[in-house]
């Protein structure tokens, strides 16, 4: 898929938009670094020099957008500036976690980290212990940083923090339980840690704010608020009525 031409673009700012995204994936695509285990963890808008945009006479600047891609199957990943103008890569190179850093967390290693821990015994001993039930227990996993730990290195650790959810709609960051910690390898999918620092009780106040039974009926004498910015002023102007 063509990039759009550089007619279509309002201002070099402009947001991207999806069809150069598309686009984007394309050219990612036939460089053959979108393999089946590839997965993309940030495209973004690389912004021109500001020179570029102040010079009215200057030809267009090169619309380019810089994506970070990472292999679930390995450890790391690339860093890659694409230009959508020259539908080409303009360069690649590789993301190491121990000079730069792991990756963001992705949406699947979010279910990968809970299905493991579920099937950990210490971290079932430490639910256990706490009278909690696995099934209603969510972790939310988070990058566990680097710091040069022996054990950790040439591995993408992610750290589980488990909150309670007692039915579908819970909102379970209400009710964190503390204390329990589980690190993960979500390369080899194996528990390589869990620190258990006894059981505390779990806050049991709902979070629940969109719940009437717990927040009371919602406010009828708030007056109408409207918010406009015509012509993208600085200020937007505010009508209340």
Known sequence: ??????????????????DEIAAARTILDRAGLLPETARV??????????????DSDAPSPDRAVRVQIHDVAAVGGRDVL??????????????????HGQLPVLDEEFELVEQILA????WL??????????????VAPLSAGVYDYPEEEGRRILRGLAFVQEHPGDHAWAHPVDGLVGYVDVI??????IIDLGPVPVPAESGNFDDPEVTGPL???QRPIEITQPEARASPSTAMH
């Open 219 to 221: 406010r009828t004498s």
């Open 82 to 99: 694409v230009s959508l103008s020259r539908s080409s890569v303009l360069s690649e190179s590789m993301i190491d976690p121990s000079e």
């Open 41 to 54: 963890v940030y495209l973004g808008l690389v912004e021109p020099p500001k020179d570029a945009l102040y």
């Open 119 to 122: 099937q950990d015994e210490q």
């Open 125 to 138: 001993a430490a639910l256990e212990s706490r009278g909690l039930d696995v099934e209603k227990v969510r």
């Open 188 to 193: 080899d999918r194996s528990a390589t840690r």
């Open 1 to 18: 898929m063509p990039a759009p031409s550089a007619t279509t673009i309002a201002h070099p700012l402009t947001p991207l938009s999806a």
